[in-house]
């Protein structure tokens, strides 16, 4: 047993190397989910794995030593791609595999698997200081906030990285369509969405696409009707949050009740310090009513009528520039304006990756961010 629980924590330590670490904690949470995710022989070829992709062959020629036939090393890597804990992707006709972060990764991989007791560990374990510390510490977020295109202006000349369509229609393929994970974990704990009632809203696109196709998960839908989705979640007034690469390979779309990204964004004194959103809502103070429809409307708390002059306002320090606001607003008082400083997304996702990777804070970086965040309180 203590040759097992040691295996866990080497794995613990591998996975804290990579971009978005996996701190220990004194409760052994982390832990407790790696043993849920990898049994202990998926656990050592786990460690032989970065966030880089590896080639198949490349990565047995590591394993090989221990004993492990080719077939056993290709059949355990898959087993661990198909649970969803660890990425699986083809280049040139050949499988290759790397180390996701527990979000985004291995926590959604468990979308098909999940549990009230995985689901229990993952809070405990999201909720402390040492994995909250590691989870802000990157200087580039893994997902941002794309405005919904009915809010957007011919004069804004969107780049093609922050329009929804763009997104669609640039991508190769394929398109699958699943459920999300954080509205299915708020079902478990008996609190269903309030925004919806569909399952069917978020998306993977291209290889990580191709992999759920592969896994036979997920529903695999044609561009039209990604678009069509895509375009019945901006009717509801969801929040478009893709990977935050140009070339996406996932489009969420999310809810302020239900999804872990939204609600942490409400608990942070000044969230846009940890976001990337390169628009933001204003009003026209000369035709705003102060009906309150973008106060219900707003996923993330960042407007508020004001009292004395009857009007809304919007917190700049807190707007993720969504434009749910805008295409709700019954006076047209509501407006998306660029900030002045443009947020450009890597190009794909390894380059997401290296950029995190390298910007990694250590121990010094952590504790002025976490006096930062005491100060701001």
């Known amino acids: 047993m203590k040759d097992q629980d040691q295996i866990y924590r080497d794995l613990q330590k591998h996975l804290n190397r990579q971009p978005v670490g996996f701190p220990a904690t004194k409760s052994g949470s982390e832990i407790r989910l790696l043993k849920r995710f990898f049994d202990p022989g998926e656990a050592r070829v786990a460690m032989t794995l970065s966030y880089r992709p590896r080639p198949l062959r490349e990565i047995y020629e590591d394993v090989r030593e221990k004993g492990m036939a080719f077939e056993e090393v290709k059949n355990t890597l898959n087993a661990m791609a198909n649970k969803g804990v660890i990425g699986e992707i083809e280049r040139d006709g050949e499988q290759h595999f790397f180390n996701t972060p527990l979000i985004v990764g291995m926590y959604e991989g468990q979308l098909y698997e999940l549990s009230r007791e995985v689901l229990a560990d993952f809070d405990e374990y999201t909720s402390t200081k040492a994995f909250g510390l590691e989870f802000l510490s990157s200087d580039l977020p893994q997902m941002r906030t794309i405005p919904v295109e009915k809010s957007i202006l011919v004069e804004h000349h969107v780049a093609t990285y922050d329009e929804l369509t763009s997104l669609i229609k640039g991508s190769q393929g394929p398109f699958v369509i699943n459920a999300c994970i954080c509205r299915k974990s708020s079902a478990l704990k008996g609190t269903p969405c309030r925004k919806t009632s569909r399952t069917e809203t978020c998306m993977a696109l291209g290889d990580?696409?191709?992999?759920?196709?592969?896994?036979?998960?997920?529903?695999?839908?044609?561009?039209?009707?990604?678009?069509?989705?895509?375009?019945?979640?901006?009717?509801?007034?969801?929040?478009?949050?893709?990977?935050?690469?140009?070339?996406?390979?996932?489009?969420?779309?999310?809810?302020?009740c239900c999804c872990g990204?939204?609600?942490?964004?409400?608990?942070?004194?000044?969230?846009?310090?940890?976001?990337?959103?390169?628009?933001?809502?204003?009003?026209?103070?000369?035709?705003?009513?102060?009906?309150?429809?973008?106060?219900?409307?707003?996923?993330?708390?960042?407007?508020?009528?004001?009292?004395?002059?009857?009007?809304?306002?919007?917190?700049?320090?807190?707007?993720?520039?969504?434009?749910?606001?805008?295409?709700?607003?019954?006076?047209?008082?509501?407006?998306?304006?660029?900030?002045?400083?443009?947020?450009?997304?890597?190009?794909?996702?390894?380059?997401?990756?290296?950029?995190?990777?390298?910007?990694?804070?250590?121990?010094?970086?952590?504790?002025?961010?976490?006096?930062?965040?005491?100060?701001?309180?």
């Open 208 to 256: 990580m696409a191709k992999h759920l196709v592969k896994a036979g998960k997920g529903r695999e839908v044609s561009r039209e009707e990604a678009l069509s989705i895509s375009r019945q979640n901006e009717a509801e007034g969801l929040v478009f949050q893709p990977s935050n690469s140009q070339e996406a390979s996932f489009i969420c779309a999310c809810c302020g």
């Open 261 to 377: 990204m939204l609600r942490l964004q409400k608990l942070l004194p000044r969230p846009l310090d940890f976001w990337a959103a390169n628009y933001f809502a204003t009003v026209d103070t000369g035709t705003c009513t102060g009906c309150g429809t973008c106060v219900e409307q707003c996923q993330v708390k960042a407007v508020a009528v004001n009292g004395k002059q009857g009007i809304s306002e919007v917190d700049a320090t807190r707007c993720i520039g969504c434009g749910n606001c805008v295409t709700a607003c019954p006076s047209g008082a509501m407006r998306l304006a660029k900030r002045e400083k443009e947020t450009v997304p890597p190009e794909t996702r390894e380059k997401l990756y290296e950029t995190i990777m390298a910007r990694k804070k250590g121990t010094l970086g952590k504790m002025k961010l976490a006096a930062k965040l005491m100060l701001q309180r």
